[in-house]
């Protein structure tokens, strides 16, 4: 079936670096999420895009979480400088339609900031 | 505010016994109900999913599901395990374009 892949499985960095987390969602899909899952909680929604903008962001995207997907390439999570508090899986999914169908998912991003 | 509660984070059952795997959710209006499945390395899968009728929802791998209004649950069950079905179980509540609410998953194990 479908298939969204997220690059890289896996990311360990220091805390106030940068870090770019990469998803490539469903081909045909017009709608993009990032999810994040600290260990042991809850997944949680972050934000959702669409036509090159954000549509609406949860209270956990910061002001130093970006998104983007410049000229239909990857759809991007930038974080920037990163925190400890942001260790965790970060999830992307799309869907081709914004109601309430099915999502689909990527295998995450496990972030390790240290 | 909407929710979704699954009050067994760990489940161990024999193989070829049945399931059920617990989810409560709470919501206002009509719940879109999806139960996904995560095996390890993998990413989320869906299972089946619940938008409205018939409230017992058939899904992949002789998964069930059945939507209780009056109980606010929507529980998945099989009738026999396999131990492939290893994996951790995610119930989760569609409320408002994309925005899923999950349950904190449930791991299953199954014993040989």
């Known amino acids: 079936g479908p298939k969204v892949l997220q690059i890289p499985s896996h990311q360990i960095i220091d805390m106030g670096q940068m870090v770019t987390l990469n998803c490539d969602p469903v081909s045909n899909h017009l709608y993009f999420y990032w999810y994040k899952q600290i260990l042991g909680q809850q997944m949680e929604f972050l934000v959702n895009?669409?036509?090159?903008?954000?549509?609406?962001k949860s209270k956990l995207f910061k002001d130093q979480f970006s998104v983007e997907r410049p000229d239909g390439s990857y759809f991007t999570l930038k974080i920037q400088p990163t925190a400890l508090e942001d260790s965790a899986v970060y999830f992307c999914?799309?869907?081709?339609?914004?109601?309430?169908?099915?999502?689909?998912f990527g295998h995450g991003t496990k972030l390790s900031v240290l | 505010a909407q929710s979704v509660t699954q009050p067994d984070a760990r489940v161990t059952v024999s193989e070829g016994a049945s399931l059920q795997l617990r989810c409560k959710y709470s919501?206002?209006?009509?719940?879109?109900l999806f139960w996904y499945v995560q095996y390890p390395r993998q990413g989320l899968q869906l299972l089946l999913k619940y938008y409205s009728g018939d409230p017992v929802v058939q899904g992949v791998n002789s998964f069930e599901a059945e939507f209780s209004k009056s109980n606010s649950s929507f529980h998945l069950q099989k009738a026999s395990v396999h131990w492939s079905d290893s994996a951790v179980y995610f119930c989760?509540?569609?409320?408002?374009?994309?925005?899923?609410?999950f349950g904190q998953g449930t791991k299953l194990s199954i014993k040989p």
């Open positions: 989760a509540l569609n409320y408002n374009q994309g925005k899923l609410i």
């Open positions: 999914a799309s869907s081709f339609q914004i109601s309430n169908e099915r999502l689909f």
């Open positions: 895009f669409y036509n090159g903008k954000v549509m609406e």
């Open positions: 919501y206002s209006a009509t719940p879109y």
